[in-house]
Structures are given as C-alpha cells and as structure tokens.
C-alpha cells in the first residue's frame, strides 16, 4: 500500500518518532547529576538528532551518513548491552529497575529497538500497521515507565542520590 494511501500511518509514524526524539533528549538533559553524565549525555543525544530526523523525512534513513552513525551507535549500545547483561546475571541483587545498570541497560535496548525500527524507514517511510503498532509500543513505554517510577516511592526508596532528584 502506498504512503499516500494511509496518511493516519504517515502521521502516527511522525508523531511516534517527535515522542521518541523528545524521550531521548530528556533522557539526555536529565544525566546532569550523573557520575558518568558526559557519556549518557552523548549516548541519548545522538538518537535524538537522528529520530528527530526520521520525524521530519523518514526517508533521511536511507541517506549513508544517517546509516553509518545509526549502524555505529547500534553496534556500540548493543555491545554495551551485552556486557551490562553479563554484570547483572552476575552481580544483580534486586529487579532490574532497582538496579543502576538495570536501568541503563533498559535505555540501551530502547535506543537499540528504536533505531532498528528506524531504519527500515527509507524502503517504506510509513511502514505497515505492525511497523506503526510496534513504534506505538515502543514510544509510549518510556514514558509510562518514568510515571511508574515517580509514583512508585518505594522503587526509587533504594536508589542512589544522583537518581532521586532528577524529574
């Protein structure tokens, strides 16, 4: 089905990538207090710039420097991912949000979940219901997360200083 055959599609897929830019930046703008702020500051902003991109022309993923940093950032979040994977089957004590790593391997796996769907955007730049239901998904659960955990008193109770006074 063409793009111009489902503009509800064309419009989700937009506003899904707006959701996830915005999510990412936040993400991003929060790490002030952070030990290791400077890396997460950079491993948030770059899929900012590049969703924020596929928001405006979804066809930008087709584009190879949009491809190479995104396949760049994928390779390193997902090798980040693996390894924080292996620290907590070994060292985790509590559930993975009560975790610090727990919580920044869930960051990771949505950077990598996000790109990935991305990147199909230049061979359709709407994608099929699936492709939108899936970017649905995954742009609202972040957000429904941070409201988990902010009411969730008791979750934040066991975390680190620098975690508590953000947002």
């Not at 939108?132 to 609202?140: E, F, M, T």
């Amino acid at each position: 089905m063409a793009p111009a055959a489902r503009p509800w599609a064309r419009a989700l897929w937009r506003g899904c990538n707006g959701l996830m830019a915005a999510f990412f930046a936040l993400a991003a703008f929060v790490q002030v207090n952070d030990p290791d702020a400077e890396l997460w500051v950079v491993v948030y902003a770059i899929p900012a710039v590049l969703t924020l991109l596929v928001g405006f022309n979804p066809l930008v993923t087709g584009n190879i420097i949009w491809r190479s940093v995104s396949a760049v950032h994928v390779f390193l979040c997902v090798a980040w991912a693996v390894s924080l994977t292996y620290y907590l089957l070994r060292h985790g004590q509590q559930s993975l949000l009560h975790e610090e790593e727990g919580r920044e391997l869930s960051g990771l796996v949505i950077i990598t979940a996000w790109m990935s769907l991305c990147r199909s955007s230049s061979k359709n730049p709407v994608g099929g219901r699936i492709q939108v239901a899936i970017a649905i998904v995954i742009a609202l659960f972040p957000f429904m997360s941070w409201v988990y955990i902010y009411v969730n008193k008791e979750m934040r109770s066991s975390w680190p200083t620098h975690c508590k006074t953000v947002i």
